[in-house]
Each structure stands twice: as structure tokens, then as C-alpha cells.
């Protein structure tokens, strides 16, 4: 049976009778990366607001680590760690000073785990160097340092590679598959970077207008992401019709440019081509492709029924 660290039912939450979240009910699954994706807008945030006791719901309730009574998710929130709209670091400290601030603030007793948490982040050689000379990544880096003081069990994260260069981007990838593989951290990660998310998430969480349209393992999405051979030859009528001989399917379609698309026989490509060449068909284009997950969360998050 499945232990979640987070379950919403219902969840809604207005501002000035706009109607930013919409009886939103998700569960997260405690050693999942879970991608909460949707526009600027979609409610994303709002959520984030309402789980870290920055908002409260207008209708709805939640579960966090097991505890729905409001005293119990007070100390429950201590075992998260949290970045929301960007880490709150101190420019003229150095990471080991921003961390020990942190510290003090957090009342987390040693100073022990200020080396241990730049160690892990990989900012323990930066020395006296300010935050505010480090690059992007390396500020998100820290940020992510903070948020771990205390030894969360649960991250949460809004946005955290927003305006990062793809250096940046990958330093932040690693660090979260890292803290989510081997210290077994639950990651709730906010983005519309949708084909950065699908490098990450275990599952995905799609919202839009304030309305949670689906959830869903990446196993299930690889499966609705729909897999094919393109072909293209010197003749696509013939190639239809060996391949629906030869291979006794009619899992393909003849596309009006003349390619054909073979959704079945995908993980044996080799066979495919030699068939096709030993009936003397010439092949100009031969390549797997399908719909990638940037596309799929596009057809949702616009309303697109996908099947």
C-alpha cells in the first residue's frame, strides 16, 4: 500500500471572488518526484501557498505526512524544506554565512550540518566568495542548501530553474535526482519547463485554470506518448502493402506527404528495413519518432482530449 505525504481534497481557494484554485485534489506518493505542471497562472503557486501555511483554503482540506488537524500539519511543516518564488539569500554573505543565518533562524542546534549541507550542494569550495557573485545556478544551489537544513523529508519548489542557463538547469537536475535517489527526499517540483520536468518527474500532476485535468506515473505517460517508424520510400503504396502482408498488421497510416507511420514492430526497426529492402522498395527516410511529452502536457494543458 502506497504512504503519500500529501493528499488535497478538494482544495479551493479564491481571491476577490476570482477562483484561483478549483476543488483540486492531488496525492503524492512519499520517494516520488511529483511534477506539478500547468502556465503561469494555472495555480501552481497558489497550491504551494496553501500547503506551506502562506494561504489558507477557501474550501477543501489536506493531508500532510498523515495529519489533517491544524495543530498536527503546524509541526508536520517542519518537515519540509521550501523554495518559493526564489531562495531568500543574503548577498554580502558567503554561502557558509548565509546557511548559518539560516540556521539560527531555523533554531537547528550544531553547526555541523553547515559543511554537510555545502558538501552536498557542492558549494564547499566556494570560501569567502558573496552570494552575490555566484552564477544563477549556483545561487539556486544555495537556496536548495537552505531549504535542506533541518534534514527534510519533503521539498517543495516553485519554479526552482526559472531563469537559469543550461548549466544551471543541469546543476539543479542532478541535485534533485540525487537527493530524491539517495537520500530518498519526496520532491514536489512546480514548472511550465515542460521538457526539462520529463528528465525528473516520477509522476505529473497537470493543471490549468485552477483544475487539476489529470495525474499520472511517467510510466503511464511514455505509454499515452504514442511510439512509430517513420518511413518514407520510393513508393508508399507498395510499402503498405508489404508491410501489411509481411507483418499481417495494419498498425500504420499512409500520411498525405507520402511517409508512413508503423506503430507496431517499433522495437524491431532492423527487420523492418530489411524487408522493405528486400523488396526492392528504396528508403529515403527511416527513423523512430512520436510524440514527445512536450506536446502531450500541451494537448492537456489546452483543453486537447488526447486518446
Do not use: W
Not at 518559493?84 to 543565518?101: R, S, V
Not at 489529470?214 to 504514442?226: D, G, H, P
Amino acid at each position: 500500500m502506497s504512504e503519500y505525504v500529501l493528499k488535497t481534497n478538494q482544495l479551493s481557494k479564491t481571491y476577490q471572488n476570482k477562483m484561483a484554485l478549483n476543488k483540486v485534489s492531488v496525492m503524492i506518493e512519499k520517494g516520488s518526484i511529483y511534477g506539478f505542471i500547468g502556465q503561469n497562472g494555472a495555480g501552481k503557486s497558489t497550491l504551494i501557498r496553501l500547503i506551506t501555511g502562506l494561504a489558507y483554503p477557501t474550501r477543501g482540506t489536506f493531508e500532510l505526512f498523515g495529519e489533517n488537524d491544524e495543530r498536527n500539519i503546524i509541526e508536520a511543516r517542519k518537515r519540509i524544506g521550501t523554495i518559493i518564488e526564489g531562495p531568500a539569500l543574503y548577498p554580502q554573505m558567503t554561502a557558509a554565512e548565509n546557511l548559518e543565518a539560516h540556521r539560527l533562524l531555523k533554531g537547528i542546534p550544531g553547526k555541523d550540518c553547515i559543511e554537510k549541507t555545502l558538501t552536498l550542494v557542492g558549494l564547499q569550495n566556494t570560501g569567502k566568495k558573496k552570494a552575490k557573485n555566484f552564477s544563477l545556478g549556483m545561487k539556486q544551489r544555495l537556496g536548495l542548501g537552505i531549504a535542506l537544513l533541518g534534514d527534510p523529508e519533503f521539498l517543495i519548489l516553485d519554479e526552482p530553474i526559472n531563469g537559469l542557463d543550461p548549466m544551471g538547469v543541469v546543476e539543479v537536475r542532478e541535485l534533485l535526482k540525487k537527493l530524491n535517489q539517495e537520500y530518498g527526499i519526496t520532491i514536489l517540483i512546480s514548472s511550465h519547463i515542460l521538457s526539462e520536468l520529463h528528465l525528473l518527474a516520477t509522476h505529473y500532476g497537470i493543471i490549468h485554470h485552477g483544475e487539476l485535468l489529470e495525474q499520472l506515473s511517467a510510466k503511464e505517460l511514455n505509454e499515452k506518448c504514442q511510439q512509430y517508424l517513420h518511413i518514407k520510400v520510393d513508393d508508399p503504396h507498395k510499402a503498405a502493402t508489404v508491410i501489411e502482408n509481411h507483418f499481417s498488421t495494419q498498425e500504420f497510416e499512409v500520411m498525405p506527404d507520402g511517409t508512413i507511420r508503423l506503430f507496431a514492430y517499433v522495437d524491431v526497426p532492423g527487420e523492418v528495413s530489411k524487408i522493405l529492402t528486400s523488396e526492392g522498395l528504396v528508403i529515403e527516410q527511416f527513423m523512430p519518432m512520436g510524440e514527445d511529452l512536450e506536446t502531450y502536457f500541451s494537448h492537456r494543458i489546452g483543453g486537447v482530449q488526447h486518446g
